[in-house]
């Protein structure tokens, strides 16, 4: 029950952002500090994800495969892969290295 | 995708054709419907493929399968998704994660703001528009030459990201359950290559650099000691922080450029 709340309150939230730009005239979210913000805080959020979600387990730090899938995600962006290599190298990545026992 | 994502903060001209976009080479104004409608649906098939590695996190996370495709088919915004079922998984109470999936989704309202002024959509129509606006459909109009031409590439990105997330996000749900353990094929990896993809272009300046680095330092360093979900939110504080810190040191040369 609790995870259909969860789902509800970012559905509606989500929504009612995207919404919110389509509607509000645009003086007022075109000020130079509101708009360093929003495009500051993704980074900050999907840094401090991608790091979790890599680096934890269970609360914990662990450091396990989903390392090397990260780094090899890292790799095909650097050399500019698409979108869906870049996700298919981190999962090859990472299960190879559970399969080798890692 | 996410390449294209970064010039969706860029200026638009009230009217009339644009020179260039950034990241695109420099389009005529005549540019045809066909080729519109090409770009669309590259982008759209692409990303909307990528439903799969949502579905299959969704469900590696414990979600149901209609739980996974609620969250597909009224939340829309992946990166938003991916969020909650993270912290969700990591055992988050529902509403930290929630807000974390809400920050991060703050974004297409500035998306929404700058496609108001470029698409023009009659009001009627803005409260269905809403729901698709993300990261590539505000990129693909963005990078059209005319009012015409993004109105076709919102539209056809829209509908087929749309249609292709929601039908992935299915298929990859349904395959999760079907694999049982998905840690197993290493799908417990897509989505922090998700993340990482879409950071990676925001990443252009020291400011950006810093606010990432510092945000994995908070996310990871309060891991440990605070609640599910609440070191993110503690390292979403990052962005204020780094820009108190440049406002106080600020000379007022113009860094108005960097996005």
Known sequence: ?102 | MAEQTTSASADIPEDGPRASAPGSPPAPAGKPDSAVVRDALGVGIAVGLSGFAFGVTSAGAGLSVGQTCALSLLVFTGASQFALVGALAAGGNPLTAAAGAFFLGVRNAFYGLRLSQLLRLPGPVRPLAAQWVIDETTAVALAQPSRRAARIGFTVTGLTLYTLWNLSTLAGALGAEALGDTAAWGLDAAGPAVFLALLAPMLRTATERTVAGLAVVLGLGFLPVLPAGVPVLVAALAAPAVLWYEGRRRTTSGKGTDR
């Open chain 1, 1 to 102: 029950m609790t995870i259909w709340i969860a789902i509800g309150a970012t559905a509606v939230g989500c929504y009612l952002v995207k919404l919110l730009g389509l509607l509000v005239p645009a003086a007022a979210l075109e000020r130079p500090l509101v708009q360093r913000l929003s495009a500051l805080l993704p980074v900050a959020l999907l840094a401090a994800l991608t790091a979790q979600q890599t680096f934890s387990d269970q609360g914990a730090l662990a450091l396990d495969a989903r390392g090397a899938g990260l780094a090899a995600a890292a790799l095909a962006l650097v050399l500019r892969a698409p979108f869906l290599v870049v996700v298919g190298a981190a999962v090859v990545a990472t299960a190879g290295v559970r399969a080798l026992g890692g």
